[in-house]
T-cell receptor, first 117, second 111 residues
Framework: ETGVTQTPRHLVMGMTNKKSLKCEQH?????MYWYKQSAKKPLELMFV???????ENNSVPSRFSPECPNSSHLFLHLHTLQPEDSALYLC????????????????FGPGTRLTVL | GQNIDQPTEMTATEGAIVQINCTYQ??????LFWYQQHAGEAPTFLSY????GLEEKGRFSSFLSRSKGYSYLLLKELQMKDSASYLC????????????FGAGTQVVVTP
């Protein structure tokens, strides 16, 4: 496997279910991100991890719970979701968490298309 | 506040040129990215501008004017495979460099 992979690619769940999204990066990067992409809306940053520590939680409801056990893996645990949470969830990674005088290209995974019934 | 705008959709003919404009407003700016996203696929990096001017990369060029809060992506010699959504995003000067995305411009290339 190369780049950033995500599983599953598609997920349908009921509002009372608990499921997890998985992301793995094979690039040796130190930073990982979760984004939500809804139809016709901008990508919304949800969480940022740098060296397995969460550095940003962008006012995301507690029904989304991230986990970063190591710098290569990132999970998004889902429970009691709402229909409006249906979206494409994208994972990304970058070499570092960019500072004010540098940039870091983010590499995206293919996403998980989530449908909440 | 943090705002970024780009057109929703543009249509052009194969072989033609299309220019996608992006305007932004932010109190802290640390560069502008363009990504390409085909339907059902991951966004892929196209370009990065942090200084004013034009960056050319093959058929694609990107321009930035920081004083005007304006960028454009120029696609030349359009091919059918260029039909995709093009995402404009700026990086902030937060301690860890947050990317703020526009909603994307859907480019449709017709024969």
């Amino acid at each position: 496997e190369t780049g950033v992979t995500q599983t599953p690619r598609h997920l349908v769940m009921g509002m009372t279910n608990k499921k997890s999204l998985k992301c793995e990066q094979h690039l040796g990067h130190n930073a990982m991100y979760w984004y939500k992409q809804s139809a016709k809306k901008p990508l919304e940053l949800m969480f940022v991890y740098s060296l397995e520590e969460r550095v940003e939680n962008n006012s995301v409801p507690s029904r989304f719970s991230p986990e970063c056990p190591n710098s290569s893996h990132l999970f998004l645990h889902l429970h009691t979701l709402q229909p409006e949470d249906s979206a494409l969830y994208l994972c990304a990674s970058s070499q570092e968490v960019a500072g004010p005088s540098s940039y870091n290209e983010q590499f995206f995974g293919p996403g998980t298309r989530l449908t909440v019934l | 506040g943090q705002n970024i705008d780009q057109p929703t959709e543009m249509t052009a003919t194969e072989g033609a040129i299309v220019q996608i404009n992006c305007t932004y407003q932010t109190s802290g700016f640390n560069g502008l990215f363009w990504y390409q996203q085909h339907a059902g696929e991951a966004p892929t990096f196209l370009s990065y501008n942090v200084l004013d001017g034009l960056e050319e990369k093959g058929r694609f060029s990107s321009f930035l004017s920081r004083s005007k809060g304006y960028s454009y992506l120029l696609l030349k010699e359009l091919q059918m495979k260029d039909s995709a959504s093009y995402l404009c995003a700026y990086m902030t000067t937060d301690s860890w460099g947050k990317l703020q995305f526009g909603a994307g411009t859907q480019v449709v290339v017709t024969p």
